[in-house]
């Protein structure tokens, strides 16, 4: 185990994969000569080349596109959209090509493609570099979602993306890059399939992912003081969604909360919700409650952001309000 | 107006064998006849959803596809059954996709629209205009990274090259000089809207100019034109030198699709484009050449006859999917 | 009141817009030569003119940007996007630009701009042209989302939309074209505020929208005979959603079910269903329940089409399964 | 590399009054003032998000923005302080506004990528590369609608080029002969990718042909040349015959923002420029010109000193918006 910031997680999964697969190789705005918008690609030009580290011109529907198409011919291209804000631009090729490529071909064909991008807020960037659109990738059959909220995963994720035979979507919010933690450097693919428990508790579970997840673990300690036994688990992959352990969590604790950075209506927080009512119904002790991002495009100032987004203060009421009165 | 802006009819010389051409006459007539059964079966209902008909067009992809090797790879749209069918695609998998049967080459998963075959490397059938452009760039880019000398062709229509995706492709397929052959079918219309009301610069082979790589004008009304052009493309393609645009000046017989009442156009501009109908001029070339004897065309008549009879018959017997299947194929089995 | 088509009932408010307000214009691909995709807008290029019906390029992202800069300038524009499945070619413009520019000007401008889209399945169009992506529009601050089920409604609501100070997109299930009701080929803007109760019922609560309307109504029917007695709810408005008309008619029923014609992971369903799991929590005797699309690429084939779409055999067992056993 | 491919020295003649030469200088020291300004404000935290800096490129604004009426529109991107400041937009507002604050010309909405003054017709600051071009061809229509003879002038970056809205935005607006004015500012980056790296026709200026309109390289380093092409052009978009689109060379002296470690281009590269510098030889041009003496500069530079010093004073003094007004403005208020 050594100190590992996110960024070198991910360089080091990016740098692992393109050693031990000639067909891996990287594509996106920025990521050779710059070293990636958030430096995740810094030195690989220079250890692999332009031919296996490709700045594109800014056109994310066609290097999208070009990536699927690369994966069609046989390679594992990761592209990275530098931003979920610019991935709308690419959002038809990979809903109408990348996600229906194999089924509307009777199954001829596979689409091992990687896409990485940032996203969340957070860092005053204002209303159109700010989104946290995850749940419309999660909406998307044929496509796997995932959101790395620690050093091991974002490693890890990625390494298991690329074992995957299909199109996998891996979100890195913007804020974790600088996250140091403990990690091992050289661990290999990540499970991807289960949700995993990051606190234990007893009185409440609180489900989160991503860029929410440390907000929330700080908002659980907190609780603990005022006598809140809060179990948090981060969801990982968002498409497919391991509700099971959720339910398991929920059988326990009889209350739930979802904490989303995202906008709250048609938030993953919803989907999350509306399966622990169709799963845990009979289990709950109260209804399932979210914590979401105000219904307002991204403003910049600073105290008008941080009251858009979900915050601890706002964690811990909401959990409190949830919980019965405690001694 | 039409008139002004066709191509003249002085066609290109017949370079060209006998059994080769006996062959782009049957490749044609065989879209021609294939198409025709499938109106026909489309208001016996027994195909559904959007039909695109290819007549009239016929000698664009006969003649593109000739210059194409086994390994080179083909992307279309969705009015592709003409280039399925001159790729070599068989007719009864075809059918019995419209049919929607598990028999169908895309196992009755995408109908008309989406036809796909791995094995000779047709990559689809896309029908979001202009989506099938950067997919043709990304195998190109495929079979650079692994050095092999194919070439990938992208057909696409007059009404596309609006669509971003177009700029987007063309520019990354050049700045990388990838083996991308685009093939910009233009048959004069985006559905209702005639190429003057869609294109500032109605000259598609010029807009290559912005791209810096070669464009070209070519008379898609004759297949011996349009194999020569894409012959000297394709090569210059293989080459390494980076893409090329052909624009193949070409026009659409019927209606857009099977809901289109055609307001759009008039019955002299459609008669006008009839007179140089590329299996009917290429037939009366072939006889005038003596190449052909009318008792050679009938009997050619009744073996394409056969053929898209065997296909029907093919489609007719085919299995439906078992709806337990409904889910399979939205992502890879896993081992 | 006269027997009108939902075809009919477009193309008369399209009309009537065009002759009271000399800043409507419509815009989009086919709208004038062809008549429209659906013949919507036919007869209108020859009664107003190429300036007032323009027909556009195949460039969605263009033309819609083109309509919000239009709207900036003091027109009304009216854009036509084909179908919601090519809408993804211009969802950064709607986001980032339609749904933002007022509040990140501080409220210096307004877009009057309407969208008009066709969307939904059913017509065997297999994967790229039968999406419902109606809940992606319902998520985006700024935007005002609409689902006219009704002939009445495909009049009413276009004319209201055409008053509102800021972006609607409407979204006009292709199926619906040639249905025909009695309407008032005159009326007014309807209320788009509110949803609507479509069927009176005891037993159950049935939430809906667009082309699910009819089958709900089907579904009720057949249930009615065996004994159960649905309310049916037309939501009308997806953004922003009448819970009220919803939450009250469950205080009244217990029990609810959603049907959306989206895939269900992250659909408008689940956001329904999350928001009575808040406001009715301790009002229902059983679990919200959710009849939505398979969640798989719509495919080509009949048999596999009518699988994947919420259909009225699927909607009575589920409510059957919803309610305790009749006598 | 640089040096084949920058404009040659030679400046256009100095075809201007004194005083108007004086207003070009003034407009240019202000916005190079106004951002050092900025860029120290962020490294002290007051400033925050991201920061774009047009220093090295106020030629092009300052001189492109006398061609314009106060009718006339213009749309920018996220680099738009030269653009608000050349337009007559109150540095105050616009300081505030980067710091958040409520009397911001944003009302602190926006900060630095989206600044927006609806009385100058200056709509905005948009940071999604290319989202800007079809709006200027919007505001156009709105204006050939209305029979308005305006003009709206679109700023965008050699990057943009690459995006598919260029093509639909610069194909629609030339189809419809709309009077938007298309202001390329080439200054050879797209963030770290050089112009070599994302064009294949590096040549900007040649893609016009593409759309059947005029296209003109012009010296983006001198505000006399660019000051001149823009008026020959804006008279001939006002003119009705459609859109133009101007390439204007230039070069960003510094990072792309403020988190740029500027890895993809050399010292030397950057002080070639540098000898350009629009503002220093512009000024030394009205020196030998005997336009200016060296007591008027200082006092120029002490008027603009000012002004700046007053702006940040606006900033400072200016409220916080109250967070219970977080969701103002997202809709329109109904009477
Ligand atoms: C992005 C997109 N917009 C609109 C449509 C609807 N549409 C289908 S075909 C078509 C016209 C395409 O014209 P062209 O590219 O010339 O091909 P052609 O049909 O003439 O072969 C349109 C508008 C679509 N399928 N995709
Ligand atoms: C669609 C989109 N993709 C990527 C980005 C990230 N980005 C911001 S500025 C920029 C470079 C733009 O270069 P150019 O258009 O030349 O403008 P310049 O910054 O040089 O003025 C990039 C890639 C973005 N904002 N929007
Ligand atoms: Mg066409
Ligand atoms: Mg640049």
Redesign the pocket.
Known sequence: MTTLSYREAVRSALRDSLRADPRVFLMGEDVGRYGGAYAASKGLLEEFGPERVRDTPLSESTFVGAGIGAALGGMRPIVEVMTVNFSLLALDQIVNNAATLRHMSGGQFSIPLVIRMATGAGRQLAAQHSHSLEVWYAHIPGITALAPATVADARGMLLAALREPDPVVIFEHASLYPMEEEADAHAGPADITHAVVRRRGTDVTVVTYGGSLGKTLAAAERLQVSGISTEVIDLRSLRPLDMETVLASIKKTHRAMIVDEGWRTGSLAAEVSARIMEGAFYDLDAPVARVCSAEVPMPYAKHLEDAALPQPEAIVDAVTALCPRRG | MTALTAPAQVSAPLAFEPDHALLLLRQMLLIRRFEEKCAELYSQGKIRGFLHLYIGEEAVAVGAMQALTADDGVVATYREHGHALARGMPAGAMMAEMYGKANGCSRGRGGSMHLFDAGRRFFGGYAIVGGGLPIAVGLALADRLQARPRVTACFF???AVAEGEFHESLNLAALWKLPVLFLC???????GTA?ERHQAQPNIAAKAVAYGIPGMQVDGMDVVAVESATRRAVESVRAGTGPVLLELLTY?FRAHSMYDPELYRTKEEVAQWLVRDPVTTFTRRLIDAGILTDADLSALEQDVAAAIAAAVAEAEAGPWEPVADLLKDVHTPRP
């Open positions: 229509g007059d009404g079918e233009n048959n004069r219309y985006a559905m190429l659409r």
